[in-house]
């Protein structure tokens, strides 16, 4: 059974930074990809920032110069690091992962190709 565990939502005013943890039970011989998804209210989950199993990352637009993804293989631990925060980043967080690897250029932030996902944190980014 793999589990994502995240940690790290919280509220922050504008311009204010955050971090995010997600710890995963998930061990395969081939790698895995994970990332991080979001729902912001009323709205449906997007893609927010992916690496592969190569340590490739990849971000949406709307976040790109502001948030950094980054994982550590020994700890299975993924790292969202979000400064410059904006009130449209408020939002419940998601870890995400699936075994195998999601090409850069296979649309990795689609939602659709990862399995198993965390419970989500929530993020509140106030003006």
């Known amino acids: 059974q793999v589990q994502l565990v995240e940690s790290g939502g919280g509220s922050v005013q504008s311009g204010g930074s955050l971090t995010l943890s997600c710890v995963a039970s998930?061990?395969?011989?081939?790698?895995?990809?994970m990332g991080w998804f979001r729902q912001p209210p009323g709205k449906e989950r997007e893609g927010v920032a992916v690496?592969?199993?190569?340590?490739?990352?990849s971000y949406a637009d709307s976040v790109k110069g502001r948030f950094t993804i980054s994982r550590d293989n020994a700890k299975n631990t993924l790292v969202l690091q979000m400064d410059n925060l904006h009130t449209e980043d408020t939002g419940v967080y998601f870890c995400?992962?699936?075994?195998?690897?999601?090409?850069?250029?296979?649309?990795?932030?689609?939602?659709?190709?990862?399995?198993?996902w965390g419970q989500g944190t929530q993020v509140t980014v106030s003006s």
């Open positions: 995400a992962t699936n075994p195998g690897n999601i090409p850069t250029w296979d649309s990795p932030l689609q939602e659709e190709k990862y399995n198993y």
């Open positions: 998930l061990r395969t011989r081939g790698g895995y990809c």
């Open positions: 690496v592969d199993i190569n340590g490739t990352p």
